[in-house]
């Protein structure tokens, strides 16, 4: 049965991604991902030029489905560190059900952080994680009535350095206390950086582009 090309990509990202959790980064040759995937090796180069391209729609898969996962906790009876607390605690439930997917993510990082050539997959992979953290702070914003007084990429890296000790912290003692301590003041120190905005529909749903994600849309970004 033939597939559509955008079935084909998706299918190998999700095989790549079990490799990883399962063999590592160096593990994952192109040809242990479509045998993973149940594909002959000519479908992986019909879907990707390469395979950085390919980590790099990993990176975007995850991470953007960790995203809708906070944004789909927001609602509009809640204040700005309620609804900050409620999307870390669903990033952290995430974590917990499958460690193995961040600690790939980790390992991507170092990866790119040791090979020649890949010196630009980091800050990209960063500045992923801060644009999709930045657009759950606008929808959560937006639904709780305030604005920000720091302009939004920076609160957007607090809470990513935040969100990236919580996780090798966890990862490290699997301790669900101390992780619920770490949500509870990164959500009162974001807080602390909103201040009461304009007066709007409270019915009306966010806008972002996480928001549209989250409510049945689908990111399709490439890391720039």
């Known amino acids: ?48 030029r390469s395979r950085d391209e390919m980590i790099s729609e990993l990176i975007s898969f995850v991470v953007e489905g960790e995203g809708r996962a906070a944004i789909a906790t927001l609602s509009g009876d809640r204040d700005i560190q309620s609804a900050v607390r409620a999307g870390l605690q669903a990033y952290f439930d995430t974590l917990a059900a499958d460690p193995s997917h961040e600690q790939a993510m980790f390992e991507l990082l170092h990866y790119a952080l040791r090979t020649e050539g890949l010196g630009g997959q980091p800050e990209a992979q960063y500045r992923m994680y801060r644009r999709i953290a930045g657009e759950v702070l606008d929808a959560g914003a937006t639904t709780a ?46 807080a602390t950086l909103a201040e009461p905005g304009p007066v709007s529909d409270p019915t009306s749903a966010p806008t972002s582009t996480a928001h549209q994600n989250a409510t049945g849309g689908h990111l399709k970004e490439k890391t720039q």
């Open 1 to 48: 049965m033939r597939i559509s090309s955008e079935d084909r990509r998706e299918a190998i990202i999700h095989a790549a991604l079990r490799v990883i959790q399962r063999e590592g980064v160096h593990g994952a040759t192109t040809r242990a991902i479509v045998a993973e995937a149940d594909m002959p090796l000519a479908s992986f180069h019909y879907a990707f």
């Open 145 to 190: 009535g305030v604005t920000w007084r720091l302009p939004l990429d920076q609160v957007a890296r607090l809470l990513v350095t935040f969100i990236g000790g919580l996780t090798l912290a966890w990862l490290a003692d699997r301790d669900d206390d101390a992780a619920a301590l770490t949500m509870d003041f990164a959500a009162e120190s974001i």
